[in-house]
């Protein structure tokens, strides 16, 4: 039920907040983040739970049901150049995001993050400035067949502004994950390997590992920086 789009274009959200980007081709730039509530997937490792896993988190503690004036509302209230969609899983609720992204202002730079396992609308794919897809691997503990979609990974990888990243924690992961880059033909350039981490200390003793696993396979690292600035702890 909870997967179903609220009518009159109205969001389930998580949370809005300002900070810096910490993953990807980005990283470091400030950016807004709008967190969506709800995934269609449920990784062992996923660090907010408390968007989707309400068997553990209250729905009406952590979600905000929002329309789209009162999120625009929010939006602009402060100065706003680079707009980060993320989630839990955000093109479940692509069709309200269509329409917020287009009462926003053109200049305004839209990253979405996803899990490339929902296809994007030709709006969203005309108004998004970068896509950052992040399939899901075997050490998700996802079964296969709901991780995976590739046909959809296929039509993101043709995609000049399409990153893939991919979350490994040593050498297996990474030959899983350059299988899958080199399979659905995703240009290395365009790959970025970043490690299984959800502290400070567990970034720090597997970056050197993971950023050699890229190298070595002409992929890129993406650090998590917001591990390293806050180590974990949720924003607000
Ligand atoms: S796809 Fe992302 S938000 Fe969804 S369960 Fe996996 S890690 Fe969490």
Known sequence: VLQLPLANNSVRLS???RSVQGEGPQAGRPCTFLR??????????????YTWDFSRYSYEAEVRELTLEALLAELLAEPLAHLVLTGGE???QGQALLALLQRLPKEVFVEVETNGTLPPTAGLLARVSQWNVSPKLENSHEPEHRRLKREVLAQFADLGNAWLKLVVGGEEDA?????????????????????????RKELAARSSAVA?????????FSSRLHLTLFDGARAT
């Open 15 to 17: 949370e809005i907040f």
């Open 212 to 220: 050699q696993l890229a190298a070595r396979r002409g992929f890129g």
């Open 90 to 92: 955000p093109l479940l």
């Open 175 to 199: 030959k899983e994950a350059s299988e899958l880059a080199l399979s659905l033909g995703w240009p290395p350039s365009r790959v970025l390997l970043m490690p299984e981490a959800s502290s």
């Open 36 to 49: 969506l509530a709800i995934c269609n997937l449920r990784c062992s490792y996923c660090d907010t739970k």
